[in-house]
């Protein structure tokens, strides 16, 4: 008998050559406690975190525990039912209405997820005889909703904005509407779309064009709402998704549109309608942090800050980080067997960061990857620059004269 499980065979000799490599799962980590939002305890260590995509520190924010905590009370701990059935509650539209109007649009859809949102927007809005465009870095809930539509699918190179003019032009003539799919920041890298140059081909071309700013939103722009805002290119983009994982500290997704259509992408869309809706308590504890973060905008000026100094430091040190400044910061290491001696060393020393391996790196050589926080004090950037010199010295990333 065939067995069901042999296509797996690779993913168990490469987790066991990372496993005996190291010393421990990389993909296994236990969080035993979060003691704030900047230090964990793993493996009964006090760690510090900067690898939790918990920019503003909102997952302790005290306003959203204590939301939950009452929504619990009145509500309940689940809705038990799809948003088009039983799972709207008037919190659900609450929070519709919110997110809308802090975006200054005319409605908005809340996910269970932020890659249901990808999920469920991209594989709707796009029909059989449209173009779904598509950044090649693009994150796999958006290649995942370009699997489920049946559009036909266009990579243009990452970032490059030339690239997709080029791919859009030869559409011309072509009856399909086309939908341009775009990051703000990106998850793995930090790198930041050009979005002024995708808006000005998305205007060229008459396409549409959707913004992932599940990394940028409570990041950049004024007032957080992302890459458009920070480039004043708002008005070109059709739709902004999001998630309430990051910035906000909770879990769950959004779009919000001002084409009144989106009603009905309600009622087509397989990731919104055939899943329980988020619990009360989720809800409510989104709605406090959203007021936090309109509150604060000062977190997104230590963020920045934090970022900056981190940023600094591994260039200081001669780590080869990400180029830009953004609270994704990326150090490439050039083999498999340097990036897990050096990850688990970090772990060892008091430092989680993210090890991603390829095939799930752009470039396919392995990332360790930083996302630094609000909360970060500048003491605890400088310790972890430290820890990651002495990880680098040991796993013979950086030379001691150097370093
Ligand atoms: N888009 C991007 C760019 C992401 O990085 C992520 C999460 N890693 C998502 C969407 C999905 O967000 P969520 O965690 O809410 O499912």
Redesign the pocket.
């Known amino acids: 008998m065939t067995s069901l499980f042999a296509k797996f065979n690779g993913t168990a000799s490469a987790l066991g050559a990372l496993v005996e490599a190291g010393g421990r799962n990389p993909f296994g980590v236990v969080i035993e406690k979060p003691l704030s939002s900047t230090v964990g305890l793993i493996e009964g260590r006090e760690t510090l975190l900067f690898g939790t ?1 918990n920019y503003l520190g909102l997952s302790q924010s005290a306003r959203a525990i204590k939301a939950a905590q009452d929504a619990v009370a009145h509500y309940g701990v689940g809705t038990t039912g799809s948003r088009i059935a039983n799972g709207t509650q008037s919190l659900h539209r609450k929070l519709e209405t919110q997110i809308a109007a802090y975006f200054k649009r005319r409605d908005a859809m809340v ?1 269970s ?6 999920l469920g927007m991209i594989s709707t809005l796009v029909g059989k005889d449209d173009y779904l465009i598509l950044d090649a870095d ?5 290649y995942d909703g370009s699997r489920l539509s049946p559009a036909q699918v266009i990579r243009f190179r990452h970032n490059d904005a030339d690239d997709l003019h080029k791919r859009l032009k030869r559409l011309d003539g072509t009856p399909g509407a086309k939908l341009v799919v775009v ?6 890298t930090g790198n930041v779309a050009p979005i002024a140059e995708m808006a000005q081909v998305k205007r060229e071309t008459g396409s549409y064009l959707l913004v ?1 700013e ?2 940028s939103f409570g990041v950049m722009g004024e007032r957080g709402l992302g890459v458009a805002e920070a480039a004043g290119v708002e008005a070109d983009v059709d739709f902004v ?6 910035s906000l500290g909770t ?3 959004y779009c919000v549109s001002d084409h009144p259509e989106l009603e009905f992408v309600r009622l087509n869309c397989r990731p919104y309608m055939f899943t329980a809706s988020l619990p009360p308590e989720v809800i409510a504890a989104t709605m406090a942090a959203l007021q936090d973060m309109e509150a604060h905008p000062e977190l997104r000026t230590q963020l920045m800050d934090n970022a900056a100094r981190l940023h600094a430091g591994f260039h200081r040190i001669g780590l080869n980080a990400s180029r830009q400044v953004s609270p994704v910061i990326a150090v490439t290491l050039e083999e498999m067997g340097q990036a897990i001696v050096m990850w688990n060393r970090l772990l060892e020393l008091g430092v989680y960061v993210n090890l991603s391996v390829p095939p799930a790196t752009p470039d396919h050589r392995p990332l360790l990857r930083c996302s630094v926080m609000a909360t970060h004090t500048p003491a605890q950037i400088d310790q972890a620059i430290d820890i990651f010199r002495q990880a680098g010295l040991d796993a013979g990333v950086l030379n001691a004269s150097v370093a």
């Open positions: 995509n996910f997820t932020g890659y249901q949102a990808n693009s994150h796999a809930s958006i990051e703000g920041i990106y998850s793995m992932d599940a990394h998704v999001g998630t309430f994982s990051k879990v769950g997704g």
